[in-house]
């Protein structure tokens, strides 16, 4: 079984909506929880880090489910510039895992 | 804050050189940095990972003499691809631990294309 592991989608949703993707993870140790975004051709950018009380950045929500061990992010109102390959990672303590990736494409 | 750089941004070389790539944290010291290959429109592999003043622990399939890392100070990795070959033109992407927290923070990337 993959440490992480991610729908990869693709998503496409038009502007405007509401999207939201899971991510699980098997070590029910894991320590610390992020979301990162990935543009084509580039590096992952750190999005935001996941707390256990969920955390919020403007459109952007993500939760913690550490009994059913997964990761949550949901993004509102999309805009054309969300478009893009979102990664989960998981911090064991021992190591970073991370997730295959969702790809997102909002369409106008 | 947390920015890392990489050099080159790119390169292309022939068969059979081996190429160097520099991985630096800029305003943080990084007691351990990731190396990771990207192919086109495939997820993240991570192929080393290293400590300061000590060796790299490489992933299973990775050849660790092909694939030379060196982590000599705390705000400076390099990764060297030695006899480099068409099979290895991918895209490498370091990161970097700040120390004390457990985020790792990725480098631009370095597309390499071996012809």
């Known amino acids: 079984r993959k440490e992480v592991e991610q729908d990869p989608g693709p998503f496409n949703v038009p502007e405007g909506a509401t999207v939201a993707f899971n991510c699980t993870y098997s070590n029910s140790a894991s320590q610390s929880f992020f979301w990162y975004r990935q543009d084509c051709r580039k590096e992952p950018k750190l999005l935001m880090s996941?707390?256990?009380s969920g955390n919020e950045d403007g459109r952007f929500t993500a939760q913690l489910n550490r009994a059913s061990q997964y990761i949550s992010l949901l993004i509102r109102d999309s805009k054309l510039s969300d478009s893009a390959t979102y990664l989960c990672a998981v911090n064991t303590g021992n190591q970073f895992y991370f997730g295959t990736g969702t790809s997102l494409t909002v369409i106008p | 804050g947390a920015v890392v750089s990489q050099h080159p941004s790119w390169v292309i070389c022939k068969s059979g050189t081996s190429v160097k790539i520099e991985c630096r944290s800029l305003d943080f010291q990084a007691t351990t940095m990731f190396w990771y290959r990207q192919f086109p429109k495939q997820s993240l592999m991570l192929m080393a990972t290293?400590?300061?003043?000590?060796?790299?622990?490489?992933e299973q399939g990775v050849e660790k003499d092909k694939f030379l890392i060196n982590h000599a100070s705390l705000t400076l990795s390099t990764l060297t691809v030695t006899s480099a070959h068409p099979e290895d033109s991918s895209f490498y992407i370091c990161s970097a631990e700040a120390r004390g927290t457990d985020t790792q923070y990725f480098g631009p990337g370095t597309r390499l294309t071996v012809l």
């Open positions: 996941v707390y256990s």
């Open positions: 290293s400590n300061e003043g000590s060796k790299a622990t490489y």
